[in-house]
T-cell receptor
Framework: DAKTTQPNSMESNEEEPVHLPCNHS???????IHWYRQLPSQGPEYVIH???SNVNNRMASLAIAEDRKSSTLILHRATLRDAAVYYC????????????FGTGTSLTVIP | EAQVTQNPRYLITVTGKKLTVTCSQN?????MSWYRQDPGLGLRQIYY???????DKGDVPEGYKVSRKEKRNFPLILESPSPNQTSLYFC????????????FGPGTRLTVT
């Protein structure tokens, strides 16, 4: 089962970029890399996902290492609303439908 | 509005009293899933369903049942709840699996005394 490793916690100053790392050394060639975040007292919400190439959307950017053994979620300008737990997850192809969240990285944004 | 709904949002019950937590989505999603969240353990998958009448075990299925008789509904059944099932439960759905985002419900906080 492909698993991920993330730091337990990180801090960032408001309006500065944040780079959240994730290691997934056992990733297979067909695993998608997903990122979700969970704000206090809410359900997780989707942030971004990718397979091999870097991805950008309105919320964040995802940088995937060339060997795919690690990835980085980039929040370009952290706001107080970005304080949450961020989960990096590997999502296998349809033959493996389980979804492993792990414990994630708790991001604190300092005003 | 596209959403996943769960009911009830809060439930306090006693050991052994059967209960059902409902989950419904209005996005015509094929994949649905249940998770529990406990302090220090993150989110763990209980059961998932690829489509109607197709369900499979996740990481922690013991003590739970599910059914998928309609595409939009995926109830979680605790036949004989025990205190170790006290947890925060989330239902989620997605159009497919690997390359699709999951939408989560607001959560159900269950306490079993």
């Amino acid at each position: 089962d492909a698993k991920t490793t993330q730091p337990n916690s990180m801090e960032s100053n408001e309006e500065e970029p944040v780079h959240l790392p994730c290691n997934h050394s056992t990733i297979s060639g067909t695993d998608y890399i997903h990122w979700y975040r969970q704000l206090p007292s809410q359900g997780p919400e989707y942030v971004i996902h990718g397979l091999t190439s870097n991805v950008n959307n309105r919320m964040a950017s995802l940088a995937i290492a060339e060997d795919r053994k690690s990835s980085t979620l980039i929040l370009h300008r952290a706001t107080l609303r970005d304080a949450a737990v961020y989960y990096c997850i590997l999502r296998p192809p349809p033959t493996g439908n389980q979804f492993y969240f792990g414990t994630g990285t708790s991001l604190t944004v300092i005003p | 509005e596209a959403q996943v709904t769960q009911n009830p949002r809060y439930l306090i019950t006693v050991t052994g009293k059967k209960l059902t937590v409902t989950c419904s989505q209005n996005m015509n999603h094929e994949y649905m899933s249940w998770y529990r969240q406990d302090p220090g353990l993150g989110l763990r998958q209980i059961y998932y369903s690829m489509n109607v009448e197709v369900t499979d075990k996740g990481d922690v299925p013991e003590g739970y049942k599910v059914s998928r008789k309609e595409k939009r509904n995926f109830p979680l059944i605790l036949e004989s709840p025990s205190p170790n099932q006290t947890s925060l439960y989330f239902c989620a759905s997605s159009l497919g699996t690997s390359g699709y985002e999951q939408y989560f419900g607001p959560g159900t906080r269950l306490t079993v005394t």
